[in-house]
T-cell receptor, first 116, second 114 residues
Framework: AQSVTQPDIHITVSEGASLELRCNYS??????LFWYVQSPGQGLQLLLK??????LVQGIKGFEAEFKRSQSSFNLRKPSVHWSDAAEYFC??????????????FGKGTKLSVKP | GAVVSQHPSWVICKSGTSVKIECRSL??????MFWYRQFPKQSLMLMAT?????????EQGVEKDKFLINHASLTLSTLTVTSAHPEDSSFYIC??????????FGDGTRLSIL
């Protein structure tokens, strides 16, 4: 079955500390992988995506993620967290070429809190 | 970057009324739009996929007669919740895409049915 697992429901880090949010997936074919961020009452903003090529991808706001096929993981990292990073983070997988990037499967999300 | 506008952002209405939510792609032609539902502290669940000019494809368990989707143009899709009831209260989010581009999401609509 296709699924996305984000093991951590809630993470609290101090401002300036490093961050890693975990994401594991189960998908039958080579997936497209995404990380989205959602602020309260808002829609989703794409942080970064992996389609192919270099397994370390850079995104917006200083985030990066590394695709590890052997571990079926796509963990999100940031070297120094800012208070404005507090939000809900969703990992998602989707089909590859096929037109519409449809049928994204989302993880349950990880809520990030940032301590001053 | 690509912008998707969703309107209204928040709506409160009485049980039994119908509510229409609009999703517009402002700077690109969206061949496909998606409608998601998000319950509190939950992830997004895909409700339906809408391709311009054709009938929407609904996910299993989603009532197509209750959640009417229209995608009449390449920049507009609408979701109408018919005869809404309190259990329909939720956060509804649309997204839009074209070609093989990632989905761009609207800011969501919070629907509260009294």
């Amino acid at each position: 079955a296709q699924s996305v697992t984000q093991p951590d429901i809630h993470i609290t880090v101090s401002e300036g500390a490093s961050l890693e949010l975990r994401c594991n997936y189960s998908y039958g074919a080579t997936p497209y992988l995404f990380w989205y961020v959602q602020s309260p009452g808002q829609g989703l903003q794409l942080l970064l995506k992996y389609f192919s090529g270099d397994t370390l991808v850079q995104g917006i706001k200083g985030f990066e993620a590394e695709f590890k096929r052997s571990q079926s993981s796509f963990n999100l990292r940031k070297p120094s967290v800012h208070w404005s990073d507090a939000a809900e983070y969703f990992c998602a997988v989707g089909p590859g070429y096929g037109g519409s990037q449809g049928n994204l499967i989302f993880g349950k999300g990880t809520k990030l809190s940032v301590k001053p | 970057g690509a912008v998707v506008s969703q309107h209204p952002s928040w709506v409160i209405c009485k049980s039994g009324t119908s509510v229409k939510i609009e999703c517009r792609s402002l700077d690109f032609q969206a061949t496909t739009m998606f409608w998601y539902r998000q319950f509190p502290k939950q992830s997004l669940m895909l409700m339906a996929t809408s391709n311009e000019g054709s009938k929407a494809t609904y996910e299993q368990g989603v009532e197509k007669d209750k959640f009417l989707i229209n995608h009449a143009s390449l920049t507009l899709s609408t979701l109408t919740v018919t005869s809404a009831h309190p259990e329909d209260s939720s956060f509804y989010i649309c997204s839009a895409t074209h070609s093989n581009q990632p989905q761009h999401f609207g800011d969501g609509t919070r629907l509260s049915i009294l």
